[in-house]
């Protein structure tokens, strides 16, 4: 079953913005991972926060992690073509298994 | 390095026919897993593998759907007497094993069933 939601399910922005998406969960996790899918193509991992973490980077990505609000949040800086995919979140609890979203598809203009 | 490996990239098949799909893990990963993407959806965990422990099979939809591991690598998605609803995106992944292992995975198999 999902327990990842992403919300929006679909963004359309121009090269250079800023993309932000957000995972909510329902039950507590051990961490939270984020993935990218090209059309066509597997899923690549992203990034992993762990439960007590808040913020991690990586290069221009930007994750927050709130478990208070059981939510978290993606954020891709200086948007470029290649952006061009549907992200999506995954929850790992008690167990090896990850649970994903339905997932945001990102379209960046160029 | 080769990274995971899935065969056939495309299948396309008549309603009752059995069918197998391969996954070729990345070397000296011990934990595979097999998900189901339908159109538009996130991924729908099947099945795990990791190392000689006994598979978790509670993802498997129906009794129609087995695999194996052999060797602890290669491993193989049978899917018998098709249905119309089994036709979606089967992906693979491998990992080391544990939570915060990132999962790896191929670029599936496109499973249409006429």
């Known amino acids: 079953s999902q327990q990842g939601e992403e919300d929006p399910q679909a963004l359309s922005i121009q090269e250079g913005e800023n993309a932000t998406m957000n995972c909510s969960y329902k039950t507590s996790i051990n961490n939270l991972q984020w993935y990218r899918q090209n059309s066509g193509r597997g899923l690549v991992h992203l990034i992993l926060?762990?439960?007590?973490?808040r913020e991690k980077h990586s290069g221009r990505l930007r994750v927050t992690l709130d478990t208070s609000k059981k939510s978290s949040s993606l954020l891709i800086t200086a948007s470029r073509a290649a952006d061009t995919a549907s992200y999506f979140c995954?929850?790992?609890?008690?167990?090896?298994?990850?649970?994903f979203g339905a997932g945001t598809t990102v379209t960046v203009r160029a | 390095g080769a990274g995971v490996s899935q065969s056939p990239s495309n299948k396309v098949t008549e309603k009752g026919k059995d069918v197998e799909l391969r996954c070729d893990p990345i070397s000296g990963h011990t934990a595979l897993y097999w998900y189901r993407q339908s159109l538009g959806q996130g991924l729908e965990f099947l099945i795990y593998?990791?190392?000689?422990?006994?598979?978790?099979k509670s993802g498997l939809p129906s009794d129609r759907f087995s695999a194996e591991r052999t060797g602890g690598s290669v491993s193989t998605l049978t899917i018998q007497r098709t249905q119309q609803e089994d036709s979606a995106v089967y992906l693979c992944?491998?990992?080391?094993?544990?939570?915060?292992?990132?999962?790896?995975f191929g670029d599936g198999t496109r499973l249409s069933i006429l």
């Open positions: 593998f990791q190392g000689n422990s006994a598979p978790d």
């Open positions: 992944a491998s990992s080391f094993g544990g939570r915060r292992e990132p999962q790896h």
């Open positions: 926060i762990r439960s007590n973490e």
């Open positions: 995954a929850t790992a609890s008690n167990d090896y298994k990850l649970s």
